[in-house]
């Protein structure tokens, strides 16, 4: 038999380990691992010379932006940045022009897409008006639900608790996670208009607005009013110690939780965000060594599931203005994520089988990612 290529003298992360091998690739997926000498015939033969391959890896909080955001980035540029940083699966966020909260705004995502891109893209969904219509843009191919918090960006009324304990009911029966935003929109709102009537506009305006506090109530609101309805919570960047310490407790119990933290949050703090200004305006904002410590703990500790970039590119002149309340919030992520977690495994701050669980593994199990997050044979051929 001839296989399509047969990549030579890899260093491969396998079953926790790096294996000095040799990986055949047929038809886009992984045909055999093993000594050079078991190889079969190939089109194309790849001298590795101990190069590192893991599996490809998976960003599951990206915003890539096109259609109506496209001069901010488009699904070429954004997937190419994901390519150029390792990543092979990216999970596209909802919150677009025009949102992504139905089967037909989902359909022509999906369409645009196709064309543009250099990486897999999975497609999350906004919740719509009607919460009948879940199991059909499930159906249609999303893989989760987004639920925003800190403002309303879907169909759901997320003031309203009944609304939200329906909502979770109706996925529940789905097999796909609700990925949520934990700020509380009321707490957020009143210091905001505080800070806004005593003239504040500035970066420590803006930690105040966003405090801990705003995080940790969303967290223990979301974990009540989810209980017992059967959905699979996923909590995207949490940035707390408190905010991590009640996910910990609810998982304790055995329910279905995960969580997320990004680099930034790991690897900046809100000592920086002072430093050096208003370009580092992100939601949630960074955080102070106590949490950032905390958070490095909860990845030590297997409490964190994943890592993800929240990439959220906007155009210079959008993260330039003078008032922390005009700056859009959200940085860059994607091709920097893999080298940033290099860089703290060879200071021995996190393993490289961290690294795959974190950004391979955990994200293809929680998203249901079949044939994604190791490399075995018959697994997608991701490198």
């Not at 890899?10 to 045909?31: G, P, Q, R, T, W």
């Not at 505080?194 to 506009?201: D, E, I, M, V």
């Not at 970039?309 to 859009?328: R, T, Y």
Request: proline share 3%; aromatic share 4%.
């Amino acid at each position: 038999m001839i296989v399509d290529s047969v990549l030579t003298n890899a260093k491969a992360y396998l079953n926790k380990e790096i294996v000095d091998c040799s990986i055949a690739i047929e038809n886009d997926k992984i045909f055999k691992i093993g000594k050079e000498t078991q190889m079969p015939n190939a089109d194309q033969k790849t001298n590795l010379t101990n190069m590192l391959v893991l599996p490809g890896l998976i960003d599951v909080h990206v915003h890539l932006r096109d259609e109506g955001k496209a001069y901010k980035e488009d699904f070429y540029t954004g997937t190419a940045a994901a390519a150029a940083g390792g990543i092979t699966t990216v999970l596209d966020m909802p919150n677009n022009d025009p949102v992504t909260m139905s089967t037909e705004t989902l359909k022509n995502r999906m369409r645009i897409a196709e064309t543009r891109s250099l990486v897999n893209i999975g497609f999350y969904s906004e919740f719509p008006k009607d919460l009948g219509e879940v199991g059909d843009i499930a159906a249609q191919g999303a893989v989760g639900f987004k639920l925003f918090l800190a403002r309303k960006v879907g169909g759901l009324n997320i003031d309203d608790d009944e609304s939200l304990r329906e909502a979770f009911r109706n996925v529940g029966e789905l097999d796909v996670p609700v990925a949520v935003h934990a700020e509380d929109k009321t707490l957020l709102t009143t210091n905001e208009e505080k800070l806004k009537r005593t003239n504040r506009h500035d970066a420590t305006a803006f930690l105040k607005a966003h405090s801990e506090q705003v995080e940790s109530r969303a967290v223990k609101r979301l974990l009540k009013v989810s209980a017992e309805t059967g959905v699979r919570l996923h909590f995207c960047h949490i940035t707390t110690e408190e905010g991590l310490n009640n996910v910990v407790e609810a998982k304790k119990t055995g329910r279905t939780i995960t969580c997320e933290v990004t680099p930034h949050h790991l690897l900046l703090s809100s000592a920086d965000y002072l430093h050096y200004g208003l370009m580092l305006t992100i939601m949630p904002p960074l955080r102070g060594e106590n949490n950032i410590k905390a958070l490095w703990k909860g990845v030590a500790d297997g409490m964190v599931d994943v890592l993800g970039s929240d990439h959220a590119p906007h155009a210079l002149n959008e993260k330039s203005s003078g008032s922390v309340w005009d700056v859009k919030v959200g940085v860059p992520g994607l091709e920097t994520m893999l080298p940033l977690m290099l860089t703290m495994v060879k200071k021995n701050r996190i393993s490289l089988g961290n690294v795959v669980q974190l950004l391979a593994e955990k994200p293809a199990e929680i998203f249901n990612l079949r044939g994604h997050g190791s490399l075995a044979q018959g697994k997608k051929a991701d490198l």
